[in-house]
């Protein structure tokens, strides 16, 4: 199985660096397709290429976490489309994090030339909400994990994040509505 262009030590070296990267997916998943996996690779690889590419390093880490948030197989197509609006929430968390991160200095700009005693409260309730944001999307993707695997403590974390998750928006909501009404 020696490769055009590279030694058996290089081989064997590639070969290994490829199998930590494999060790990333779920063991029943390395069981059944890691030689495969490797082989394609092996092939693939560059004449005299030591080390796995970063483009390849990241498609083994995106399948990776692909295989892991995959729901068992045989579950209803409810638990699939449920799991799928969780990812859905992950993602726009992170869009609500970054929103919030690249119009700062606009906000701010807006809130001291309306009323710039208003602006410490508004930057302390935007921060707050931008540094909780990455807990938000672990959380959100862990229970796409857990209700996928159809862990219980998934399910109850999901009943508790969505009956309190509206009642710190709703928070939100009241005190920008005070500090709206303020200028």
Known sequence: MNEPGLSPGEL????RRY??????YPRWFRRENEDEILAVLLACAQDGQRRPSLEATLDLLKGAARMWMR???GQPRSVFAAIRLMWAGALAEL????????????????VLHAYPPAWHATQMQL???AAEAPLI???WLWMAWANGKGKNRGRAALAVFLV???????????????TSSLA
């Open 137 to 139: 999307i672990g959380l």
């Open 19 to 24: 199998r930590r990267r494999l060790a990333w």
């Open 71 to 73: 729901p068992r197989p």
């Open 164 to 178: 309190f998750n509206p009642a710190s928006s709703r928070h939100y909501r009241t005190s920008m509505r005070n």
């Open 95 to 110: 869009g609500v994090a970054i929103t919030i991160l690249a119009t700062l200095g606009s906000v701010q700009a807006a």
């Open 12 to 15: 064997a070296s590639l070969e």
């Open 127 to 129: 921060l707050s909400q």
